[in-house]
């Protein structure tokens, strides 16, 4: 598809897991951005990568999150000993000249 | 530091009424975008508009119309003769060069249309 697509869709896992999200962006989108967005609430920045350079990850939560973008196109988010505070959904949307982001479906992290 | 507020939570209408979604922006750039996104029940961001910060010409869209302030810092969307397909949440969103490319998103506003 045309789209960004993300998966998978929906995620369970146990307190203490890992888990790995994976986003595929628009083709030829050079910029790649990461948001968790909690129940009710808008999206919130996590990371953000220009091509394989990861420019800023201000907005990631600690350090048990990780994103990498190793050939410039598709990405993956991890998320090390999860808690249950990581519940929420997890946006990915690429841009080609960092202005308005086309997002992704989302995936559903659930920690049980 | 850069804020974005959607003081309104919920909105019902009936369908065919006109309804103005709210937003109010800080930043201490000269130079900004701002942004609405619809979100529907599906959950997938759909881009609606962007306007840079130096373009203040409102702009119409079908049904759709968006008043950017400077003057008040807002930046408010309004729905003509609302449809029950336009339920769903709307997000108001801001960049600035001095965050680069990351979007600061309100906490959105539910519009439900009742037929």
């Known amino acids: 598809g045309a789209g960004v697509s993300q998966s998978p869709r929906y995620k369970v896992a146990k307190r203490g897991q890992d888990v790995a999200l994976r986003c595929d962006p628009i083709?030829?989108?050079?910029?790649l951005f990461w948001y968790q967005q909690a129940l009710g609430q808008g999206p919130e920045f996590l990371t953000y990568?220009?091509?394989?350079?990861?420019?800023?990850k201000s907005g990631l939560p600690s350090d048990r999150f990780f994103a990498e973008r190793p050939e410039g196109s598709v990405s993956t988010l991890k998320i090390q000993r999860t808690q249950q505070e990581d519940s929420a959904v997890y946006l990915c949307?690429?841009?080609?000249?960092?202005?308005?982001?086309?997002f992704g479906p989302g995936t559903r992290l659930t920690v049980t | 530091a850069q804020k974005v507020t959607q003081a309104q939570t919920e909105i019902s209408v009936v369908e065919k009424e006109d309804v103005t979604l709210d937003c109010v922006y800080e930043?201490?750039?000269?130079?900004?975008?701002l942004f609405w996104y619809k979100q529907p029940p599906s959950g997938e961001l759909v881009f609606l508009i962007r306007?840079?910060?130096?373009?203040?010409q409102n702009e119409i869209s079908g049904r759709y119309s968006w008043n950017f302030q400077k003057s008040t810092s807002s930046f408010n969307f309004t729905i003509t003769a609302s449809q029950v397909v336009d339920s769903a949440v709307y997000f108001c969103?801001?960049?600035?060069?001095?965050?680069?490319?990351?979007?600061?998103f309100g906490t959105g506003t539910s519009l439900t249309v009742i037929p």
């Open positions: 990568f220009q091509n394989e350079a990861q420019l800023d």
């Open positions: 306007r840079n910060s130096f373009d203040e």
């Open positions: 083709s030829g989108h050079v910029s």
């Open positions: 930043t201490r750039d000269t130079t900004y975008y």
């Open positions: 949307a690429s841009s080609i000249r960092g202005y308005e982001q086309y």
């Open positions: 969103a801001l960049s600035d060069q001095n965050t680069g490319n990351q979007f600061y």
